[in-house]
């Protein structure tokens, strides 16, 4: 059974970083691609960073392109999200998700987690 664990939410202020990660198990992690999603309060879920089986491709939203760095340990079967310089809207639920393919859209991926909260305070 696949599983996924996110860890490192937390309250952050403002302009401040934390780092996300992701602990996976159940299938060989390296052969598939990770995403990462958040949801806010009243919002519908939205991509946030994805990196492909490899680690050869990743993509970000475009609103936190040049913030937030995505990385995955396969050794250690872990993806990450650094996020740094941390804005009130960025405050969210954080999932992690894995599939075939590093996509922007929740339908390519088929295992999910049960996510980790981020709070930005002003």
């Known amino acids: 059974q696949v599983q996924l664990v996110e860890s490192g939410g937390g309250l952050v202020q403002a302009g401040g970083s934390l780092r996300l990660s992701c602990a996976a198990s159940g299938r060989t992690f390296s052969s598939y691609a990770m995403g990462w999603f958040r949801q806010a309060p009243g919002k519908e879920r939205e991509f946030v960073a994805a990196?492909?089986?490899?680690?050869?491709?990743?993509y970000y939203a475009d609103s936190v392109k040049g913030r937030f760095t995505i990385s995955r340990d396969d050794a250690k079967n872990t993806v990450s999200l650094q996020m740094n310089s941390l804005k009130p809207e960025d405050t969210a639920v954080y999932y992690c998700?894995?599939?075939?393919?590093?996509?922007?859209?929740?339908?390519?991926?088929?295992?999910w987690g049960q996510g980790t909260q981020v709070t930005v305070s002003s």
């Open positions: 998700a894995t599939g075939r393919t590093a996509s922007r859209v929740e339908y390519e991926y088929d295992y």
């Open positions: 990196i492909s089986w490899s680690g050869g491709r990743t």
